[in-house]
Antibody, heavy 122, light 106 residues
Framework: QVQLVESGGGVVQPGRSLRLSCAAS????????MHWVRQAPGKGLEWVAV????????YYADSVKGRFTISRDNSKNTLYLQMNSLRAEDTAVYYC???????????????WGQGTMVTVSS | DIQMTQSPSTLSASVGDRVTITCRAS??????LAWYQQKPGKAPKLLIY???SLESGVPSRFSGSGSGTEFTLTISSLQPDDFATYYC????????FGQGTRLEIK
């Protein structure tokens, strides 16, 4: 079935780095733009980043620009989020998400992963 | 950046009630709006896309309307499973979510 599975979360000290992964299955991963969305504890949803289906374009929320890098490996059906210079305010559950259509890189999301928790704390 | 404002932030209702949640955009987003339902500890679930299109498998008691800057999500007859938090999302210009509406049992 269509599925996204995140991994790589954990507890990390401020200023350190972490890389999240999102393994896709059940659909043609290389045809879809892919996104990261996060949710701080008890808070709402915040869009983080998008990458085009072929990796040719990447866009970020202002809150993570210059610190986070989204990437993908279509041969491995995997999406990544490299998070550098982490701050306490980056503490959140991180979800990868797929748009409902492969013809639009930015759209509503019909497939979400289960989320992976990132805690930034000393 | 496009800002999305939901109201109310919290809504108390009973099973069988008809409820409406409003979402306003800071500028026109045409019909590029989605609604999600989220339960504690779970990922959001898509309910409505393109303002009024019902996602496959979503009960018909959910409906969406609006265009431009004002949108509504209506649940025609609340069921016990509907008590959750609801988010709107614009995708006219990248992605922005509303702050959420918590629907609780009265």
């Amino acid at each position: 079935q269509v599925q996204l599975v995140e991994s790589g979360g954990g507890v990390v000290q401020p200023g350190r780095s972490l890389r999240l992964s999102c393994a896709a299955s059940g659909f043609t991963f290389s045809s879809y733009g892919m996104h990261w969305v996060r949710q701080a504890p008890g808070k709402g949803l915040e869009w983080v980043a998008v990458i085009w289906y072929d990796g040719s374009n990447k866009y970020y929320a202002d809150s993570v620009k210059g610190r986070f890098t989204i990437s993908r490996d279509n041969s491995k059906n995997t999406l990544y989020l490299q998070m550098n210079s982490l701050r306490a305010e980056d503490t959140a559950v991180y979800y990868c998400a797929r748009p409902t259509v492969d013809t639009a890189m930015v759209f509503a999301f019909d497939i979400w992963g289960q989320g992976t928790m990132v805690t930034v704390s000393s | 950046d496009i800002q999305m404002t939901q109201s109310p932030s919290t809504l108390s209702a009973s099973v069988g009630d008809r409820v409406t949640i409003t979402c306003r955009a800071s500028q026109s987003i045409s019909s590029w709006l989605a609604w999600y339902q989220q339960k504690p500890g779970k990922a959001p679930k898509l309910l409505i896309y393109k303002a009024s299109s019902l996602e496959s498998g979503v009960p018909s008691r959910f409906s969406g309307s609006g265009s431009g800057t004002e949108f509504t999500l209506t649940i025609s007859s609340l069921q016990p499973d509907d008590f959750a938090t609801y988010y709107c999302q614009q995708y006219n210009s990248f992605i922005t979510f509303g702050q959420g509406t918590r629907l609780e049992i009265k």
